[in-house]
């Protein structure tokens, strides 16, 4: 890829849903193919199906390789061949597992380096079924498949507030027994690296709900606050918790870049309500820049032209502008500048006899760091050091 253009992915979901009236409809805006260079992995005849179905103007290129991909067009990259029959407005079998081939071929793709980003059009987990495999969802599977080991984490993006979920995906009854100290940790460490690697915001605040309504819980007693006291002494500025009425109520959100909800309905219902209706779901610490709408298949609406496109197209602006800030955060880290001195360690008597005697070991048994300031929203990692008398010191 010698050209400075972004290749955005975008897989076209189920096939019986909106996916592709969203994909045309965005594209259908020149700017687009000025910012971004889209391949759809999907099927050409599907593609047309809806496009007449539609009746909507949608041109696309077919090409068979994403590395044939061409700037300035709509790139459709065929991933099967067979028929797949439309039924428009019904999940079938038939739709879900053609939206798992696409998923396939995106994920051996990015292995090849064949393009930048990937854009996911919607897709009902619950319908993608295949003989030797079980989709465990779209963050698992794209986890599984291109993690490296690392544990993905969704972050809900509006244009007002950014929320993830701790126990994501666990029926009530079990949330309780899904928090530890130790997960919330790395998942809030995972969320501020995510902030200053993916949005440049240098030192985030996030805040962290209570699971009890009154905050005294024991979960809130042994586990979430004992999180937040350690995450404060490694630096991590880590407030709360905070119940959902006092965070989201009186709009005590917008003092934090992301607020983690302890269970799906305590993050996600807030984040539909107050939110933007464009809200994208990032799927965070992964190698690969992924994102989608959070819309579904939209199932009763789809063949009807009466989509709205602006989540989809919010989920590929977000997708290129983190693509182009991991860039910029880790240039530097990847040319570190070299040394322009070298150190000189002095080993004669006279260091041992700088400083009197008197006050040797006078730091000794006491925690050298000034304490954690959260309302500075930063550690002070300098040692205090203790004001004596000059002449004292000469003596």
Do not use: W
Request: charged share 25%; proline share 5%; with cysteine.
């Amino acid at each position: 890829m010698e050209n400075n253009k972004i290749r955005v992915a975008i897989t076209h979901g189920d096939t019986n849903g909106v996916g592709y009236e969203l994909i045309f409809k965005t594209f259908a805006e020149p700017e687009m193919l000025e910012l971004c260079t889209p391949i759809i992995y999907g099927s050409p005849k599907i593609a047309a199906y809806h496009r007449k179905a539609l009746d909507i103007q949608g041109n696309f290129t077919i090409i068979a390789d994403a590395k044939e991909a061409h700037d300035g067009k709509v790139n459709l990259l065929t991933c099967f061949e067979e028929e797949v029959k439309v039924d428009l407005g019904m999940p079938t079998p038939e739709s879900g597992l053609a939206a798992l081939r696409a998923m396939d071929k995106a994920m051996t793709d990015f292995r090849d380096g064949a393009f930048d980003v990937l854009v996911t059009c919607p897709l009902n987990n619950e319908n993608i079924h295949d003989d030797n495999f079980s989709f465990p969802g779209l963050t698992k599977y794209v986890e599984t498949s291109l993690g490296d080991g690392n544990k993905a984490v969704n972050i809900m993006l509006g244009s007002d507030m950014c929320v993830a979920v701790e126990a994501a995906g666990a029926s009530i009854r079990d949330v309780a027994g899904k928090l530890s100290e130790e997960s919330i940790c790395n998942t809030v460490k995972i969320l501020a690296q995510s902030i200053r690697r993916d949005f440049m915001l240098s030192n985030p605040r996030i805040g962290v709900l209570s699971l009890n309504a009154d905050r005294h819980g024991s979960e809130e007693q042994n586990i979430i606050i004992p999180a937040i006291n350690r995450l404060a002494e490694e630096g991590v500025n880590a407030f709360g918790p905070y119940t959902a009425e006092e965070m989201f109520g009186t709009r005590n959100y917008e003092a934090f870049d992301i607020i983690l909800a302890m269970y799906d309905d305590q993050g996600t219902i807030p984040f539909r309500t107050l939110a933007s209706e464009d809200g994208v779901c990032l799927i965070a610490n992964l190698p690969i820049v992924c994102t989608t709408p959070m819309v579904g298949p939209q199932y009763e609406i789809a063949g009807q032209g009466v989509a709205d496109e602006s989540a989809f197209r919010h989920a590929i602006f977000s997708a290129i502008d983190i693509f182009r800030n991991r860039a910029s955060y880790d240039e530097p880290l990847d040319n570190p500048l070299p040394k322009l001195y070298h150190e000189k360690r002095d080993e004669s008597e006279k260091v041992r006899f700088a400083i009197p005697k008197k006050h040797d070991g006078q730091f000794k048994g006491r925690d050298n760091r000034a304490p954690f300031n959260k309302e500075a929203g930063k550690g002070n990692k300098e040692p205090r050091r203790e004001q004596g008398n000059d002449n004292e010191q000469q003596q």
